[in-house]
């Protein structure tokens, strides 16, 4: 598979494998959510069940032009619409589940559910965003700026393993995959140093499949060739990282909200862990990056 | 006095008010630090004294220009000319300590020694930055990138004050500080979210002087007025932060190098807290991210 290096690539390959996945959609009641599942459909590659206000239909007429692809079930009560969706997803009636305007936490607390949620036991919830940002010449994913305050070891593992897999899907064969700190330095009263330390020695013995893995490094030494050379750090990710594992959610979040605020990136985001992909973009998120994150879930 | 918005209303500011410092610069061996000297030579505001490798007029041929105005400590040692540098502020001879191309960690010693150091005692030692982002109208100041790696509450106090002393030498009378987390939830699970409620009713209660305070908020509803309206979000902040406080080293260290490597903005740092001005720019930033560092501190 020829490596997908940006988005519309992405919808073309999805277009070209003929796709088409059945999204249950939580609370789409603001227009960002409406025009990007109208834009799945249009690309073919998705058909919806949309969960929430009974009459999206008539708020969101665009939606009409999908006759028999479009399904709405009626529930007023937002934390009761997250429940429903996911049972979709549960009883295999749905492949993926996207949230609308509603929070985070209100959808997570349905997902995670013992009984009725769609972790299975022993997985680890996480999240991956992929993200377009001009002037490189590829995607770059990252994790996680939306879901694990401040991961343990062996969460970091399982999130270097999503990344890499997430990668692979798309067609890189030998992901890059950078371990992010202020610094370079190893240091042990910042212990996430040490557990990159772990994580690279992981790799060096195959834990991780085909994959170069190395840190601690910053985001520039990771992402610009002449950063590293200046600093004199010799590094296997030579500044072209593919992927970035960050410490913990404050400093991936920050890197997902300047990336879309500043430079014009596009991001996509996914939960990772989770029996089907979920979409689950920030509420501000424009149009084009929640359809892109569809997207991205659709791949999967 | 108008607030200065960018960095060549700064230059002008500091042209126009005479202001003439003399900087010590510890291991200027990179032509980036170079060129940021000359051209603060070449404004006017600064002269040198240049501690490190003592054959620097011979490489940096640029600084003969000056005659009379860069003076030549000659030091080998890295860790040796970081304390003779610290010791001409302590003793009243440089206005301003830079660093050039020597680790922050080894700078930091010679700034923190004890006995020889110039931090005075019981001052919290933390990094503000100022940039300038293409797109937004006004400069942004942030800490702390580079020294604190988890803030204690009165260490956030400490970084607050800074921040909005360090914009009202900017002439921003009234500064508007938002409170960086990822999300704008008070959750105790997150102890940061606690601190910013303590913060925003010290400053209810005025112990910041005239000041806009508020948080806990993401990035984007910090600096993008939509944002805020679209997630519901009302504050006073109105999406139109002038400083923003980081939760921690890790996501402050994100923000600064994602700026640069893909905002196309110019960082200028500078420690606070020390008897006198620290210029510390990251090793690998410009000449001119350098250059402007020099120039924030000169203001000061």
């Known amino acids: 598979m020829t490596p997908i290096k940006d988005f519309a690539s992405l919808t073309a390959h999805l277009r070209e494998s003929g796709v088409r996945k059945r999204i249950a959609v939580v609370c789409a009641s603001d227009r960002n959510t409406e025009q990007a599942v109208v834009h799945a459909l249009e690309e073919g590659f998705a058909d919806l069940i949309m969960v929430g206000d009974g009459d999206i239909l008539d708020r969101f007429s665009e939606l009409k032009r999908f006759p ?126 040490l557990d990159y330390v772990r994580l690279v020695e992981m790799n060096r013995q195959g834990d991780f499949g085909k994959a170069i893995i190395d840190g601690p490094m910053d985001v520039k030494t990771a992402c610009e060739a002449t950063s590293g050379a200046i600093k004199g750090i010799v590094s296997p990710i030579e500044g072209n990282a593919d992927a970035l594992l960050f410490p913990d959610i404050e400093s991936g979040n920050v890197f997902y909200k300047t990336l879309t605020l500043w430079a014009k990136a596009l991001n996509a985001g996914m939960l990772c862990g989770t029996s089907a992909p979920v979409v689950l973009p920030s509420r501000s998120d424009t149009a084009e990056a929640k359809y892109t994150s569809l997207a991205v879930a659709c791949l999967m």
């Open 68 to 193: 028999g692809r479009v399904e709405v079930i009626d529930v007023h009560d937002r934390d009761e619409a997250a429940r429903v969706a996911v049972k979709l997803v549960r009883d295999g009636k749905a492949d993926v589940l996207m949230k609308g305007l509603i929070n985070t936490d209100n959808i997570l607390r349905a997902i995670l559910d013992k009984e009725c949620g769609i972790l299975p036991a022993g997985r680890v919830l996480t999240h991956v965003t992929v993200a377009e940002v001009p002037g490189r010449d590829k995607l770059l994913f990252f994790s996680d700026p939306a879901v694990i305050p401040s991961p343990t070891f062996s969460q970091r593992v399982e999130q270097v393993r999503y990344l890499a897999s997430i990668c692979r899907s798309f067609g890189i064969e030998c992901p890059r995959i950078a371990l992010v700190h202020c610094s370079e330095k190893v240091n042990a009263k910042m212990p996430v140093t």
